[in-house]
């Protein structure tokens, strides 16, 4: 079993950037695809982004396009969030989780997730 530990979010004004981090215990951190979701206040956690378990590939939602990257470091075990110009509509609590089924982006098919850490963009 995985456990993941993210840290990294705080305050930032409209603009600024911040990186994410997820700490991966477990030998076979490295075998997994893995997934970033947030959810934001009083709504529903929604699907950020994924990378193939080699960091190889990587998918987004369409809200962070062009302005997130995900990247994974296996030799660490540990995978980062970059998040560029970063908007008042992004603050929400970010996880990390482990992608049980091939290609998915719905957080049923992701477990192991993380406590969560808190980003919150002021305009």
């Known amino acids: 079993q995985v456990q993941l530990v993210e840290s990294g979010g705080g305050l930032v004004q409209a603009g600024g950037s911040l990186r994410l981090s997820c700490a991966a215990s477990g030998r076979t951190f490295s075998s997994y695809d893995m997934g970033w979701f947030r959810q934001p206040p009083g709504k529903e956690r929604e699907f950020v982004a994924t990378i193939t378990w080699n960091g190889g590939s990587t998918y987004y939602a369409d809200s962070v396009k062009g302005r997130f990257t995900f990247s994974r470091d296996n030799a660490k075990n540990t995978m980062y969030l970059q998040m560029n110009s970063l908007k008042p509509e992004d603050t929400a609590v970010y996880y990390c989780?482990?992608?049980?089924?091939?290609?998915?982006?719905?957080?049923?098919?992701?477990?192991?997730w993380g406590q969560g850490t808190q980003v919150t963009v002021s305009s």
């Open positions: 989780a482990v992608r049980r089924r091939i290609a998915a982006i719905s957080p049923r098919d992701f477990d192991s």
